[in-house]
């Protein structure tokens, strides 16, 4: 790979784990807020598809060697395993397939759909079934901890993501 290249992934993987201290817990579920979403779909627009597998793949890897790059400073195989992993299991699939279908029309409109759309589902749908499996919770309240009440969050993080990839020139 070229320089210029890995240096786009690495800012961008550091740019992941910095905005995965911004985040904040809440006070019924495991699962925090954070500014995650936001920079992990401004990934997924600014890089093409196989560098976005690698930049979520290298940000996984770093957290489960015990780097503390995951949500709220936290790191190691347990979190991976815990309640909330199945959101990070997610990420690589998730981000990669939006930036495989982003389209060569980069206006926010675009974007913006696409994000929702492809982003938000594949992630609940890792996260819930994740955090089922861990705790042995049913489906209704699953989606009441740690699905529902973040969506509208989560549609606003891609909003601004994707704003953003539309105005800089990476």
């Known amino acids: 790979m ?3 290249k890995l240096t786009k992934m690495a800012l961008l993987t550091a740019l992941l784990c910095v905005s995965a201290w911004i985040s904040f817990p809440v006070p019924f579920s495991p699962a925090m807020v954070t500014a995650l979403t936001l920079v992990a779909v ?3 627009f600014l890089l093409p598809p196989k560098e976005t597998f690698i930049v979520f793949m290298v940000y996984v890897f770093l957290g489960a060697i015990g780097l503390p790059v995951y949500v709220g400073g936290t790191a190691g195989l ?8 199945g ?3 997610s990420w690589p699939v998730a981000y990669t397939l939006l930036s ?4 060569s029309n980069r206006s926010f409109l675009s974007y913006s759909w696409r994000s929702i759309v492809i982003t938000i589902p594949i992630v609940y749908l890792f996260g819930v079934a994740g955090f089922m499996i861990v705790t042995n919770t049913a489906f209704d309240k699953a989606i009441w901890m740690v699905m529902l009440p973040y969506i ?11 704003w953003l990839a539309t105005k800089l020139k990476f």
């Open 2 to 4: 070229e320089a210029r």
């Open 42 to 44: 401004l990934t997924a």
């Open 78 to 85: 347990g979190k991976l395993l815990g309640p909330t992993g």
């Open 87 to 89: 959101f990070i299991f």
């Open 100 to 103: 495989y279908w982003k389209g």
């Open 152 to 162: 509208p969050g989560d549609i606003i993080k891609c909003l601004i993501g994707s």
